[in-house]
Structures are given as structure tokens and as C-alpha cells.
């Protein structure tokens, strides 16, 4: 069965320094999704980044970037020069590559940015 | 201004009535999504929508109702058999999957269902 997991429940950063958020996943398709996304205490979920498994390239967005390993089924957040607004939950998804593309989400990871 | 409305943001019943959450989008997509968020929890998929009059069960569809009338919309119902019906309720929606290879769901601001 597919399974996102994500091991840490809180991290703290400093402003302005870089964080790294972890994400594992287990599946058998050779084609599938990773995406994270951000949910701020208001409760939407905002897309951040997507890397696909046939992805070559580690993904970046701005100041966000995606550590991709495949082997190691790992997908991990980097976020550069942290900001107070990045304070929020963060959630890595999967979608398989089958037709339905359902998204299975991780339990996510409480981010806080001290000043 | 393109997006994906849920109403109301904040819903309170009484234990034993069903409940009917709205889900509104104009971003023309034709995959809609309901998800289940419980505290400190990942989202859970409740029902799935690619294409209007047809829908289908989640991880965790058991007390819970579609319809999918229009493309805009996809309302869930949270019947009375729903046994911990309090949560957050996220809709979300996305172009048909398999159309390209990034289709990221676009979320609605959510709904919080509390029932006592």
C-alpha cells in the first residue's frame, strides 16, 4: 500500500536560515507524484511544489526547493531564507500514477520561524 | 478571480442531523475532491468526482453523501451515520488527471463541522 510518512511533528528555525522538512514514501508504481503544500492556521492548503518520478531535475520554486532521492524514497522540503510567514503546517502528498490520481497525504509538519 | 468557494466556514449541528457542506468552483476543472481533516492528521479522501453524475468512495466514504449535478459544484452531506462527524472538511479540485503530468487539487478555505 502507498504511504507517505513524515517524521517530524514541529521543527523550529531561526528567520532567515534555511530549513529542511522530511518526507518518505513507499510504492510500487515507477510513475507517480510528489507534492507539498502548506496549510497556514486559516486552513487552506496552498501548493507549493511537484516533482515528478520520471523528474530528472530536483524541483525548485522560489525559495522552495524539493530534495528528491529516488532510491532512498525520500522527497524532502528545502526552504531557503525562512520567513515569519512560513510558520504553518506543511504536508507532502503522493499521487500514483494510476488514473484515478488520488493525492495521499502525510500527517505533516508543524513549522515555527522565530524572529 | 478564479477559485474554489467553501460555505459556511464555520457549521455547528446538533447530534442526529444531517448536515450539507457546499463546494463551488470556477476554475473549470473537472476532477472534484472532499477530504477529512482531524486534528494533528494528514487529509483523508471522502469522495471523488471526474465527471459530472458520476462519483466515487474515498478512504473513509461510510456516513457521508455526493452529488455532482453541475462542474462548479459538488455539495457533501454528513449524514446522521456518521459516527465522528466533527472535523475540518477541505473540497478540492483539479483538471482531469492523466491529462498532464503535474495536476496539482486546488483547496477551498474549508468548512469546521462541529456536532454535539
Known amino acids: 500500500a502507498q504511504k507517505i510518512t513524515q517524521t517530524q511533528p514541529g521543527m523550529f528555525v531561526q528567520e532567515k536560515e534555511a530549513v529542511t522538512l522530511d518526507c518518505t514514501y513507499d510504492t510500487s508504481d515507477q510513475s507517480y507524484g510528489l507534492f507539498w503544500y502548506k496549510q497556514p492556521s486559516s486552513g487552506e492548503m496552498i501548493f507549493l511544489i511537484y516533482q515528478g518520478s520520471y523528474d530528472e531535475q530536483n524541483a525548485t520554486e522560489g525559495r522552495y526547493s524539493l530534495n528528491f532521492q529516488k532510491a532512498r524514497k525520500s522527497a524532502n522540503l528545502v526552504i531557503s531564507a525562512s520567513q515569519l510567514g512560513d510558520s504553518a503546517m506543511y504536508f507532502c502528498?503522493?499521487?500514483?500514477?494510476?488514473?484515478?490520481?488520488?493525492?495521499?497525504f502525510g500527517k505533516g509538519t508543524k513549522l515555527s520561524v522565530k524572529p | 478571480d478564479g477559485g474554489i468557494t467553501q460555505s459556511p466556514k464555520y457549521l455547528f449541528r446538533k447530534e442526529g442531523q444531517n448536515v450539507t457542506l457546499s463546494c463551488e468552483q470556477n476554475?473549470?476543472?473537472?476532477?472534484m475532491y472532499w477530504y477529512r481533516q482531524d486534528p494533528g492528521q494528514g487529509l483523508r479522501l471522502i469522495y471523488y468526482?471526474?465527471?459530472?453524475?458520476?462519483?466515487q468512495k474515498g478512504d473513509i466514504a461510510e456516513g457521508y453523501s455526493v452529488s455532482r449535478e453541475k462542474k462548479e459544484s459538488f455539495p457533501l452531506t454528513v449524514t446522521s451515520a456518521q459516527k465522528n462527524p466533527t472535523a475540518f472538511y477541505l473540497c478540492?479540485?483539479?483538471?482531469?488527471?492523466?491529462?498532464?503530468?503535474?495536476?496539482?487539487?486546488?483547496f477551498g478555505p474549508g468548512t469546521r463541522l462541529t456536532v454535539t
Open positions: 468526482s471526474q465527471i459530472v453524475n458520476d462519483f
Open positions: 502528498a503522493m499521487r500514483d500514477g494510476g488514473s484515478q490520481g488520488n493525492l495521499i
Open positions: 476554475l473549470n476543472h473537472d476532477a
Open positions: 478540492a479540485s483539479s483538471i482531469l488527471p492523466g491529462t498532464s503530468g503535474k495536476y496539482e487539487q486546488y
